[in-house]
């Protein structure tokens, strides 16, 4: 099976037991939030080995975005036009950046809209082109790992913001000095994950034999979680978001 146009065997990873997993955890910073639209700024690749606690940060690249940023993308990670005008192009860092991804399972806080930048960035302008995009919705098979999914099953509590990364790492005491900059963010979002799987696994009582399991379970919680989130949201009178969620 191929995942965002690289080699991603599912089958070398969905046997293993979850805690053996060596997982790559990536997070952009972009010009926006639509990621039919957005580009990549800065990505951070933090590696992450569950059951020893391992976390390093192999990666982290500023991108020329080929397009002006945002104002309000500028104020969230302070990442303007000027500071970016001689970065390369996502493109031009992809040998790296595949190096560090390939042979890892890929997390991310917010897996659906990280998954599908990364996908969108390799399609717009990479030699191999996928033969059809990655709908990256709870509904499919999540073959990654979902820091959010993960801190919805566990936080259950409603409100637009609640679950953001900051939040989320606050309430257990992990560390993010310096939101929205991507390795700030990547190696928070490693800490979190292994933090939450943890407490995933203690709540479903250690049923997560192997990554399948776990993803089996992702899956479907995901699916709930969307389904609850839009009833709330019809009970405030107040239009669902666009996927993938970046608000809460």
């Not at 690289?6 to 639509?34: C, H, I, K, S, W």
Request: net charge neutral.
């Amino acid at each position: 099976m191929l995942v965002l146009g690289m080699p991603y065997n599912v089958n070398q990873f969905a046997t293993r037991r979850l805690f053996e997993l060596p997982v790559a955890v990536f997070d952009f910073e972009t010009t926006g939030v639509d990621t039919n639209q957005c580009r990549a700024v800065e990505m951070a690749i933090v590696h992450l080995d569950l059951g020893l606690s391992n976390v390093e940060t192999v990666y982290t690249q500023r991108f020329n975005p080929g397009v002006p940023i945002p104002a309000g993308a500028s104020n969230v990670h302070g990442i303007y036009d000027k500071d970016v005008l001689d970065e390369p192009t996502f493109m031009e860092c992809w040998p790296d950046i595949q190096r560090h991804l390939e042979g890892r399972v890929l997390a991310a806080y917010n897996l659906p809209f990280d998954w599908q930048l990364l996908n969108q960035e390799y399609r717009k302008g990479c030699i191999w082109k996928p033969t059809q995009q990655i709908q990256m919705d709870y509904g499919e098979q999540m073959f990654g790992i979902c820091g959010l999914v993960m801190a919805r099953a566990i936080d259950r509590i409603k409100g637009r913001g609640v679950h953001k990364l900051e939040k989320v790492c606050l309430r257990r005491g992990i560390e993010l000095s310096n939101a929205h900059e991507a390795s700030s963010d990547a190696v928070a979002t490693a800490q979190l994950i292994e933090v939450l799987l943890r407490e995933v696994s203690q709540q479903r009582r250690n049923k997560f034999d192997t990554v399948r399991d776990f993803w089996a379970w992702q899956r479907i919680e995901g699916i709930r979680q969307e389904e609850s989130l839009r009833r709330w949201l019809v009970s405030k009178n107040r239009p669902s978001p666009v996927w993938p969620w970046t608000d809460y």
